[in-house]
């Protein structure tokens, strides 16, 4: 057993020191797919390419509209989205929908998938459940 455990150290050891250390990751990368064309809710599009991945394009625009959601890493709680979500939808230029854009964008980016509310269910909560008014 001790012997495995040396071979096991020696090899992290040897990986490290040889650059070659890969660190798993989940996160998708963005992809340009088109640039950003407005909708009649002032919103912006497309949020996510036709494969699903977040149009690189959007990025820039989700930034600037709601940064503080644009700011969640891939390892992330439920409150700190909370807390980015009502940060954004106090902002003076921001709204539900452009929230919701950039959370989809991120859903997608860091593969949140059944870890995280589903994007359209986000955009549901966003308004009555988070009830960003009261702290």
């Known amino acids: 057993m001790n012997r495995q455990r040396l071979a096991l150290a020696s090899a992290a050891v040897t990986l490290a020191v040889s ?67 009502c940060s954004d939808v106090a902002l003076e230029n921001a709204t539900g929908p452009l929230v919701t854009d950039a959370y989809t964008y991120q859903y997608a980016r860091y593969n949140w998938k059944g870890k995280h509310l589903r994007p359209a269910v986000f955009d549901m909560r966003l308004g009555v459940e988070f009830d960003c008014g009261r702290d």
């Open 19 to 85: 650059g070659l250390c890969i660190v798993p990751t989940s996160a998708i990368t963005p992809v340009a797919c088109g640039k950003p064309v407005a909708a009649a809710n002032g919103t912006h599009g497309p949020v996510l390419c036709p494969g699903g991945a977040p149009n690189k394009e959007m990025r820039s625009w989700l930034v600037k509209s709601a940064p503080h959601v644009m700011a969640l890493k891939a390892v992330t709680t439920d409150a700190q989205i909370r807390e980015a979500a």
